[in-house]
């Protein structure tokens, strides 16, 4: 397996991956439009030209990142691939100077196993929001929120 940064070719397998899940309540729904848009964001497990499974990195705000957009083919979950995605997406992160994740999810027992902690989705910063305009769910948000810090993490260092 390998990763791979998306490229416009990969926008169609990744809608239907995405939405595929959103479809079964797992997650919120992607819009071509919004892969397009950040497809810089968009990392892929491959092998054998095979789409294994996605996920993005966005950047928000200064050394604070939010991983979305994770999913794996669904006859290849429980196989780790997820877990290696958001690990893949978190070293990138880190290489470009990120000391904080974050994630809204409908998958927390996902995210725990990935050394994620619950917290409250009050104290994110309002930058956490901006897109929220745009999801079905708003303004009645019922995604989980988790975070991650690094080693290097300085709470005085983030300034929202």
Not at 130 to 153: L, R, S
């Amino acid at each position: 397996m390998i990763f791979r940064p998306a490229t416009f070719a990969d926008v169609e397998h990744i809608h239907k991956l995405l939405n595929y899940y959103a479809h079964e309540g797992l997650m919120l729904p992607r819009s071509r439009n919004s892969i397009y848009e950040n497809l810089r964001d968009y990392v892929l497990a491959v092998e054998n030209n095979r789409l294994l499974g996605c996920g993005a990195l966005h950047f928000v705000w200064d050394r604070f990142a939010e991983v979305r957009s994770v999913a794996v083919e669904p006859s290849l979950k429980k196989t780790g691939i997820g877990r290696q995605i958001v690990q893949h997406l978190e070293k990138e992160g880190i290489e470009r100077g990120v000391t904080m994740f974050f994630t809204l999810t409908y998958q927390p027992g996902f995210f725990a196993k990935c050394d994620y902690i619950e917290t409250d989705k009050d104290k994110l910063p309002q930058k956490v929001w901006k897109e929220c305009v745009y999801c079905p769910q708003y303004p009645y948000c019922n995604e989980i929120a988790f975070i991650k810090t690094t080693v290097d993490y300085v709470p005085s260092k983030m300034q929202f």
